[in-house]
């Protein structure tokens, strides 16, 4: 009659609630497993997908050229984890409003490209200094951007280089042209914005991004240069693309974007390089993608063809296929 009532849990008891909870854990944990791997390339891919996108709709606010540069990993090089914005510094017109430039072609290359000359009229009306190799230039304020191949000379001409896309045209012929308005749009530098950095294990998986293998023309269809150079993807001031740079691919001169979108191989890290359990056929992993005449950009996952009877993608090819097939997951 005098005990009070017993109060709390033995030691018995809590073990046993331990071992329940460490049970219902180890059942738990496979069966989310497959879950958050699938979850990871998805997460990473939308990531990307939207840090594409801004750098697309930057240039469109800006009116002038704003890229993403892909940095591959001191330590290996055929993956990347970190994307960083870059942006061309404002146009530059001339010392004074009548400034003009007329240009003729010199060369029309094999490979599409095109070489022409561009003078200023009258000699002297821009700063040489601020023009260098690398930088573009677009006339009255239209059409493709040409880029300027080598550096100024003393009577203001200069070198342009552009490639030009099945069937282009240019206005321009083997005589001086009539006289042009001109912007030049310097060598893009690296903006404000925070840097992207992929989650943990999840990489772009530089091996296998590109374009189709079977695109005609102007470069090979992967990213790698298996040195840890940097790859650049320019946006035009409409939005659409403008150029890539990569050692590994001859340089996409902007107006010129090629035939194949672009495509961005999102896996995970200890598969890259790996030629028996490649990410092309692991079907967790995402494809990110950018129009290469428009500039969208879209995500969608590995697959294979409905028509092979394959479980896995076949060919890097295949791995593609619904993003070649404007599958698109929306951002996810």
């Keep these: 009659m005098g005990q009070s009532p017993r109060r709390g849990a033995t030691l018995i ?10 049970l219902l854990a180890g059942v738990a944990v496979p069966v989310m497993r497959p879950a958050m791997q699938s979850r990871r390339p998805r997460e990473a891919a939308r990531a990307v997908n939207v840090y594409f996108s801004m750098a697309r709709t930057r240039a469109l606010e800006l009116g002038r050229p704003v890229g993403v540069v892909i940095e591959p990993l001191s330590n290996q090089p055929l993956a990347a984890m970190v994307l960083s914005q870059f942006e061309a510094a404002p146009p530059y017109a001339g010392e004074t409003l009548d400034c003009r430039m007329q240009v ?11 070489q022409l000359t561009a003078r200023a009229v009258p000699s002297g009306s821009f700063n040489t200094a601020l023009i260098t190799a690398g930088d573009f230039v677009q006339f009255n304020h239209q059409g493709p951007l040409f880029m300027v191949s080598g550096n100024v000379a003393d009577d203001q001409q200069i070198s342009l280089l552009i490639n030009l896309r099945e069937g282009q045209q240019l206005p321009f012929s083997g ?6 308005s001109y912007q030049f749009f310097p060598k ?12 943990a294990g999840m990489v772009i998986d530089l091996g296998f991004s590109g374009i189709d293998p079977d695109n005609p023309g102007v470069f090979t269809n992967r990213f790698d240069a298996g040195d840890g150079t940097p790859n650049f993807i320019m946006f035009s001031p409409n939005g659409s693309l403008g150029a890539v740079y990569t050692t590994s691919m001859i340089q996409v001169i902007p107006g010129s974007p090629p035939a194949s979108p672009l495509y961005f191989l999102i896996g995970r890290n ?11 056929q692991d079907m967790n992993n995402r494809w990110v993608t950018i129009n290469s005449q428009t500039g969208m950009v879209s995500t969608a996952p590995v697959d294979v063809s409905p028509n092979s009877g394959n479980v896995v993608p076949a060919s890097v090819t295949e791995s593609r296929w619904s993003a070649r097939n404007a599958y698109s997951m929306g951002g996810g």
């Design 104 to 114: 003729m072609i010199n060369t029309t290359l094999p490979s599409g490209q095109v």
């Design 188 to 199: 893009a530098k690296k903006s404000a914005a925070a840097p992207l950095q992929l989650p």
């Design 270 to 280: 200890d598969k890259v390089g790996d030629a028996t359990n490649p990410n092309w």
């Design 175 to 180: 005589a001086w042209s009539a006289l042009l």
């Design 13 to 22: 008891e809590m073990l046993v609630v331990i071992m329940i909870l460490v």
